[in-house]
C-alpha cells in the first residue's frame, strides 16, 4: 500500500517541516515543558524505578545523543565513591569530547542506581536485559522514553529521544539567548547547528532583542 503525505500548513522559516506519514509523525521532536520533566519525574519518584529515574535525569542533565548516553559507565560519573558535579564524554558521532553538569537530584538518582545494582567502576550504567548486549541499546532507551512520556498524556509518536536532548538546551537559550554556550553543551561543532536544531527563527531572535532596553 501506498503510503500518502498528509499536507501540512508551511513550516516558519528556519525550522524543519514535520510530516505525517501513515499516521507517524516526523521531523523534529519538541523539547519538554518543565511542568512535564516535572510530571514524569514524580511518576518515577513515586514508582520508585530507580533506573528510569537515573536514566531520565541523566538524559535532561547531560543533553547528550541516545548513543552516548546508553554507553556511559561508572567511571565517567563517579570517582571516589562520589558522584562527580561534572563529567565528559568523547561523543560516538563526532570523536570530540563534551562535558556536561550533573545537578543534584541528578546525582541523587545516579547514587541509588549504582548501589542498588552494585556497579563497579568499569560497568555500564544501564546494563541491558538482553544476554547479548552489555548495556541498554539505542532502541531499547527510544521505547522507555516512549513510555514516559505516554504515561503523562503525551503523544508518543510525538517525542523521542531528542526531545530529552533538547530539553534543557531549549530552556537555556530561551532563558539566555546564548547560542554559544548552547553549541558548547550540546557539542556542535558548527553554531548552524545549534541553530537548526533548537529550530531558532527570527521571532525567536526579536523576542531575545526586545527584552533588551539601550
Known sequence: MTHELISQPPAPAGRRPRRITAGKLTGQKPALKMKEVWSIRARLELKRRIRDLALFNLAIDS???GCDLVRLKVEDVAAGGEIKARSAVVQKKTGRPVQFEITEQTR???GALIRQGGLASG???FTSRLADSPHLSTRQYARIVQGWVRSIGLNPATYG???LRRTKAA???RK?????AVQLLLGHTKLESTVR???VDVDDALAISEGVDL
Open 123 to 125: 560497568k555500564y550504567l
Open 63 to 65: 543533553k547528550l545523543r
Open 108 to 110: 541523587t538518582a545516579v
Open 176 to 180: 539566555t539567548g546564548n547560542l554559544r
Open 171 to 173: 530552556l537555556i537559550y
Open 161 to 163: 529521544t531528542h526531545s
Open 197 to 199: 536544531y533548537l529550530g
